[in-house]
């Protein structure tokens, strides 16, 4: 006979976002239990970058939640008991031609307006802090407040840290179906059997559309491969996360910013770089509508190679150890889906943040404890609703 659990909030998903929330949830004492259909960071989670890009982020509500964001790590780094590898290090967008530096001048202006700061660097300017970048860059913009974190890490400890405070954590364990009657979720039926619960927080990424079925809601997800090459360890030598000007044109579809070659829109190729903790350089990345193919692509492969020697030619000394492909949970503009569902009480969403996941975990899973078990948030998360497609 199927064993029957209950709990008084249920986290679909055990990636970076689902265990955020359950983190924030067990921090205000409630009992929670997380449902993972394979393994914790097995997801998009698991198969990143480390960037924490505020200078990326779409002007407006997004940039404040990542604002938001970004001022809890340093809390994090003392309470989780793992090394999430937190470096606030600064972070560069390159620009390879006088019209991507003229879009970064009047994005700098914008970004500062609303509360971030960001400063224009010539290519004399930038070589100081960059010494050996590619010919062709001709500038870029510098972010200060930008930063780095190893996102597995970074999972592992909230999903950890929530478990220490109480919370069950179910791997390998699928979501069948969700019971609602009389307008309000009551029981989960999992491979594991039932859980009776009133609230459900659903984190699942790139399954978010599916679990949304369940309850009879269209939620607009759609995998968004990305393609990622690392290199064998190097001593200290990239003091920032960095990115080309393409990166931020495929990421936003910033028309004044895509690429220009064929093949590279096709990929949706965006030049980034980042230096890990042990050494490592992740250089990346794509973006790539194919279903749910998560393989890497000979073709991906050589495009990033060929991006990256534009901008950082001595990356051709070392040499390339491996090769990854995530899903990003894509919504349809790129932003988040937070919040509540019309017509189905103790349903919550928190899911679609594209690449943004690991930047605004922190953010995504305060506000949901809030809204779950408060009815309500300390910032407004309204722009975020799924009602905004409709």
């Known amino acids: 006979m199927a ?3 209950s ?3 249920v986290v679909i998903g055990g990636g970076v976002i689902g265990a955020a929330t359950a983190y924030y949830l067990c921090r205000e004492g409630a009992e929670v239990m997380i449902v993972e259909a394979d393994d914790l960071a097995s997801g998009a989670s698991g198969a990143c970058d480390g960037f924490l890009s505020l200078q990326t982020k779409a002007l407006g509500a997004h940039l404040r939640l990542a604002m938001e964001s970004a001022k809890l790590f340093p809390s994090l780094v003392e309470d989780l008991e793992v090394d999430i590898e937190y470096r606030p ?3 560069l967008i390159l620009a390879t ?7 970064l001048r009047a994005r700098a202006k914008a970004l500062s307006a609303e509360g971030l700061e960001v400063e224009v660097l010539s290519a004399s300017e930038l070589k100081k802090i960059l010494p050996e970048v590619g010919k062709e860059v001709k500038g870029g913009s510098y972010c200060p407040l930008d930063a780095q974190v190893n996102p597995i890490s970074l999972t592992l400890g909230l999903a950890h840290k929530a478990q220490e405070m109480g919370a069950t954590i179910l791997r390998g364990c699928r979501v069948e179906n969700i019971v609602v009657t009389n307008n309000r979720v009551r029981e989960i039926h999992t491979s594991a059997g039932s859980i009776h619960s009133r609230r459900v927080v659903c984190a699942a990424g790139i399954g978010s559309n599916q679990i949304g079925k369940m309850i009879i809601v269209d939620v607009p997800v759609l995998p968004q ?5 690392v290199t064998e360890p190097q001593e ?5 996360i960095v990115a080309g000007a393409e990166y931020l044109g495929t990421k936003g579809n910033l028309q004044a910013l895509l690429p220009a070659e064929e093949e590279a829109m096709k990929l949706g190729l965006g030049f980034t770089a980042e230096q890990t903790k042990s050494g490592n350089f992740l250089l990346g990345s794509t973006r790539e509508f194919v279903g749910f193919d998560s393989q ?3 073709e991906a492969m050589n ?8 901008f950082l030619p001595w990356i051709k000394d070392l040499d390339v150890i491996r090769s990854f492909a995530g899903l990003r949970p894509c919504s349809p503009d790129g932003l988040p889906i937070l919040g509540t569902v019309k017509g189905v009480k103790g349903f919550y969403l928190a899911t679609g943040h594209s690449g943004d996941g690991i930047c605004l975990a922190p953010i995504t899973g305060k506000v949901l404890s809030e809204l779950v078990l408060d009815g309500e948030t300390s910032l407004d998360i309204s722009p975020f609703s799924l009602y905004r497609f409709k």
Do not use: D, F
Request: with cysteine.
């Open 236 to 240: 200290p030598v990239l003091p920032h």
């Open 303 to 310: 495009a990033i190679a060929r991006n990256a020697l534009r």
């Open 296 to 298: 890497t692509t000979p």
């Open 97 to 103: 031609s006088q019209e991507q530096m003229k879009e």
């Open 3 to 5: 064993e029957i659990m």
């Open 7 to 9: 709990s008084e909030v």
């Open 225 to 229: 491969r990305g393609q990622i090459l």
């Open 89 to 91: 290090c600064g972070g």
